[in-house]
């Protein structure tokens, strides 16, 4: 087994936020544990739906009566960045940022950034070849703060989401030159550290928070150049690695853990992708290792899924394979009808996949088969990942923004 370099072993992690504040929800599991009854939505369910002033593929992010996403005009040049009452459907305010439009992938958008969102602000990042932005506006739409990294060198656009976690943002600005994991003071964008990093195939992947009951945390994130690596939240000081060639290919999907796992993926629009696995010894941290690696059934885009002790794998072809996370072995593996950009999320112990063309299958899976229970058409090109509250789930199209109850009591 390849060595890392670990001087510090964190095992417990705590769902950070109760709100839908990020790309996949609380730090980035995809998982929350609200009770969900309805398995079976028909069109009269919506309780509203509206139509984006732009296009996009970034994701909703909710606080409170709050939802915040983002879209862009191609022609107009001109990015949106909305505020949307959870309970109306209306638009509270809209702010508008000018760019000039540039060459990206066709399955890219000029608004894939998922803002992140805390009690006091919006923070949203978006890139021209020239810059990688980062604004910060109040819940009011006002502008608080503003920062430019740099140029933003990639042929394919950006994908990547800010983070933040209690006084600070964390922003991976990875790209095919020098290239750095950056923390910010969130009141004022100030940069409170700045860790340096190879430049490759620019990353998409988006970093989650390990913490320990003493409260000591790391920055797990992934990338070509460096493998699944961590860093220290206070710092910034590189904790572990797993290093060049761990992931060959560019890092799309973000890391996760499993207990005392952590999962990083890397793959291409063609074959090749990739999970690698690293375990930690809590005993003993310098035994940390690279514990094993899989290339079968791997997606490129959809982050994995965490369920238990198994691992939820959906391709872009539309394979959704069981992983049993101590060993990578595939329990089953079953083909659902479609492509997959958007990642997949769990309610309770129901999971939500949303394919390209907008159908969204409802699953129930163990360890030996998968159970579609059903699905509803939302006829819309579809990248995006849904948020949920309590009672509401948001499916974010293309062009459109859809509420569904998660109870049909709630109608």
Known sequence: MKKIIPLFFLLFQSLLSTEWNRFRGPNGTGVVNYPFINTKWIKEDFIWGINLPGTGHSSPVIWKDKVFTTCADEKKGEIYILCIDSQKGTITWQKTISFNPYSNHKFNSYSSCTPCVDPDYLFVSWTTPYSNNLACFDHKGHIVWEKNFGEYKTQHGSGFSPIVHKDKLIVCH?????????????????????????????????????????????????????????????????????????????????????????????????????????QHQANDPKLSSLFYSITRDVPYVPTPLVLGSLILLLSDGGIVACMKRESGNILWRQRIKGNYFASPIAVNDKIMVISTEGTVTTLKINHKKMDILSTIELNDLTHNTPAVTKEKIFFRTNSKLFCLPLNKEQL
């Not at 950056?182 to 490759?200: F, H, P």
């Not at 207990?259 to 063609?270: P, V």
């Open 174 to 278: 990875d790209h095919e030159e020098d290239s750095a994991i950056i923390a910010l003071n969130r009141n004022n964008g100030k940069i409170v550290w700045k860790t340096e990093r190879k430049g490759s195939k620019p990353s998409a992947s988006t970093p989650f928070i390990l913490e320990s009951e003493n409260d000591y945390k790391e920055v797990i994130a992934s990338s070509m150049s460096h493998g699944c690596y961590s860093v220290n939240f206070q710092n910034g000081k590189i904790l572990w690695e797993t290093g060049p060639g761990t992931l060959n290919k560019r890092a799309v999907s973000s890391p996760i853990q499993s207990d005392k796992y952590i999962f990083a993926t890397c793959g291409s629009g063609s074959k090749g992708s990739r999970l690698i696995s690293v």
